[in-house]
T-cell receptor, first 111, second 111 residues
Framework: DTAVSQTPKYLVTQMGNDKSIKCEQN?????MYWYKQDSKKFLKIMFS???????INETVPNRFSPKSPDKAHLNLHINSLELGDSAVYFC??????????FGPGTRLTVT | GENVEQHPSTLSVQEGDSAVIKCTYS??????FPWYKQELGKGPQLIID?????GEKKDQRIAVTLNKTAKHFSLHITETQPEDSAVYFC??????????FGAGTRLTVKP
């Protein structure tokens, strides 16, 4: 199936831990994104990568770092997790200025 | 930066009635306006989009209108069905960069 996939779907961890969320797209898109959706459903862009270059970096803590080993992958690393990091994280991809396709989301719970 | 406001936050309609969701944006440079539908436990899915060179676009029961002068755009769903129940998001961006989302509208279609 052609799609945007994320792993894991659920992630429960303790404060202070370091965790990663993986994202892969097989749509041949050249731009990938990470969004955070909080408990009130508000969607906010965190990062986007175009051809391995960071082109948007919202005012997120530097504990969050995107890593793109190739055009089809954009992983999100989070260091020293805090309670406020609990949210659903969505990966998305697009071909330049065209529509964005979202992954199924990763629900992160920090205890 | 862009600021997108969306109304109403909740909308309940009877099956078969029409539903209208409205959004305003602040950045006159924005030229791409997608609408996403998010079902419970899933990622947002693009349902329709419009670019600033047109004023209206229709796809079966869904239509979007854009008023560039007033900087607002609307989603119209006709002949609503229970499966239309979901959270709907509007968004605005310039060439798909730095996409800003509205706060979402929870639509409930009562059978």
């Amino acid at each position: 199936d052609t799609a945007v996939s994320q792993t894991p779907k659920y992630l429960v961890t303790q404060m202070g831990n370091d965790k990663s969320i993986k994202c892969e797209q097989n749509l041949g898109h050249d731009t990938m994104y990470w969004y955070k959706q909080d408990s009130k459903k508000f969607l906010k862009i965190m990062f986007s990568y175009n051809n391995k270059e960071l082109i948007i970096n919202e005012t997120v803590p530097n504990r969050f770092s995107p890593k793109s080993p190739d055009k089809a992958h954009l992983n999100l690393h989070i260091n020293s997790l805090e309670l406020g990091d609990s949210a659903v994280y969505f990966c998305a991809s697009s071909h330049s200025a065209y529509e964005q396709y979202f992954g199924p989301g990763t629900r992160l719970t920090v205890t | 930066g862009e600021n997108v406001e969306q109304h109403p936050s909740t909308l309940s309609v009877q099956e078969g009635d029409s539903a209208v969701i409205k959004c305003t944006y602040s950045d006159s440079a924005s030229n791409y306006f997608p609408w996403y539908k998010q079902e419970l436990g899933k990622g947002p899915q693009l349902i329709i989009d419009i670019r600033s060179n047109v004023g209206e676009k229709k796809d079966q029961r869904i239509a979007v209108t854009l008023n560039k002068t007033a900087k607002h755009f609307s989603l119209h769903i006709t002949e609503t069905q229970p499966e239309d129940s979901a959270v709907y998001f509007c968004a605005a961006s310039y060439n798909n960069n730095d996409m800003r989302f509205g706060a979402g509208t929870r639509l409930t279609v009562k059978p």
